[in-house]
């Protein structure tokens, strides 16, 4: 039986931080390792004693123990982190492990333990596309218990990439490469027992080399809660274009020279140009899980949709937490 992990660091309200542990926890995680990077009491009360479970506050004795200093930005600290979680599940003998963020969620199409058993052994990790979820806002035809996502378009599908973009979005797609306003590299699996592994956010390295080959896994995608609604783009805008995924140093996901914008040229632009009905038109048409956009998204094989029932596996997992 294969065995598998996740490892997260996390910055989230204990709620959340026991959803991603008991979501994962019921898709058959072997174990799960949680590096706090703030003070989260009640959830590590709830999660220290877990069989299952390695949740650490990593605070200023962690980072002096296990690295000297704390890195200053959380994209170094969850680099340590998952490298170190690589250490721990390979010495534990799991068979694989996982890098991912609070917001996002394994949905295999069978299993988890399936795909991982499915990939040949010459390939030491798997590449998980990403799913990126839409908001509900308003939107009264649906499911309540939903996930509405648009997912990747993978080279090869037999369509314009470029030209479904724009008919999906017609405003602000030719900037957004495959129309996604988070990653669309994906995230990764890798085999435990490579060896002294650098485990980053997207990729892992072997000394000093990128860990490959890659099998890339369609049939695991993961669903990613990047923009629930307006008031979380609102909410996490100033801080994901000073510190996070819209930083200034990160290259657009098309090239700039075939008209991409990087996503803080992109949201400086529009709250310079149209201040906030700029960033709500953006909304509306990237984010908003629209009766179009559904609609269009299921016509070209690019609507997903999963039943991730966050609060009863919670419930389920952790019933004395309130």
Not at 48 to 70: E, M
Not at 128 to 140: I, K, T
Not at 251 to 266: F, I, T
């Amino acid at each position: 039986m294969t065995q598998w992990g996740v490892v997260a660091t996390i910055k989230a309200r204990p709620v959340d931080v026991l959803n991603f542990v008991a979501y994962h926890l019921e898709q058959g995680a072997a174990h799960i390792f949680v590096y706090l990077d703030q003070r989260t009491p009640r959830a590590q009360e709830i999660l220290r004693h877990h069989p299952k479970v390695t949740i650490r506050h990593t605070d200023g004795a962690y980072w002096r123990t296990l690295h000297g200093r704390k890195p200053p930005k959380h994209q170094g600290r969850q680099t340590v982190n998952a490298t170190h979680a690589y250490r721990l599940a390979t010495e534990m003998g799991l068979d694989w492990i996982c890098h991912i963020d609070v917001d996002e969620f394994l949905c295999p199409d069978n299993s988890v333990e399936a795909a991982l058993e499915a990939t040949p052994h010459a390939h030491p990790g798997l590449r998980l596309r990403p799913a990126e979820a839409l908001a509900s806002d308003g939107q009264e035809d649906l499911d309540p218990s939903a996930t509405y996502c648009k997912a990747w378009m993978e080279n090869g599908a037999g369509y314009d990439r470029r030209a479904v973009e724009m008919d999906l979005y017609p405003k602000f797609g030719g900037y957004l490469r495959g129309g996604f306003v988070s990653h669309h590299v994906g995230k990764l699996f890798l085999r435990t027992g490579l060896g002294d592994v650098s485990f980053r956010i997207h990729r892992g390295f072997l000394e000093g080399e990128e860990i490959a080959p890659i099998k890339v896994s369609p049939e695991m995608p993961i669903c990613h809660r990047h923009i629930m609604s307006w008031r979380h783009l609102q909410r996490t805008l100033e801080f994901r274009m000073d510190k996070g995924s819209y930083r200034a140093e990160l290259k657009p996901s098309r090239k700039s020279d075939a008209g991409g914008m990087s996503l803080y040229e992109m949201f400086s632009f529009l709250q310079e140009t149209g201040g906030k009905q700029a960033l709500r038109d953006f909304f509306e048409e990237m984010c908003l899980a629209r009766e179009d956009l559904r609609h269009k998204l299921e016509a070209y094989g690019l609507l997903r949709t999963y039943h991730l029932d966050l609060e009863t596996k919670r419930k389920r997992q952790f019933p004395d937490f309130e």
